[in-house]
Nanobody, 116 residues
Framework: QVQLVESGGGLVEAGGSLTLSCAVS????????IGWYRQAPGKLREFVAV???????SYIDFAEGRFFISKDNAKDTYYLQMNNLTRDDTAVYYC??????????WGQGTQVTVSS
């Protein structure tokens, strides 16, 4: 089993930055990739970014160049740095882990609100 706890959300003005954290515990050695997703009010949950075990990363087009995913292996913590935020980035952001052995796990989410 893998447990995920997100933090770092909050209220930020448009154009500002936030860094979200995802602390991973439990069977961390089974994790093959960590992804960030978001869900805005009235919309489906959507993919934002993913980082693989080898450190390679991928982003959805709206995140490319503005958001950066990274990890600290020593702390089993993953980050999503978000820059130049707009009101369209307002959503609950979720951390997801996937591993062949344990499948998917989700955190509880952290709210990001961007004001104009």
């Amino acid at each position: 089993q893998v447990q995920l706890v997100e933090s770092g959300g909050g209220l930020v003005e448009a154009g500002g930055s936030l860094t979200l954290s995802c602390a991973v515990s439990g069977a961390t050695f089974t994790v093959d990739r960590i992804g960030w997703y978001r869900q805005a009010p009235g919309k489906l949950r959507e993919f934002v970014a993913v980082i693989m075990r080898d450190g390679s990363a991928s982003y959805i087009d709206f995140a490319e160049g503005r958001f950066f995913i990274s990890k600290d292996n020593a702390k089993d913590t993953y980050y999503l740095q978000m820059n130049n935020l707009t009101r369209d980035d307002t959503a609950v952001y979720y951390c997801n882990s996937y591993g062949f052995k344990n499948g998917d796990s989700w955190g509880q989410g952290t709210q990001v609100t961007v004001s104009s």
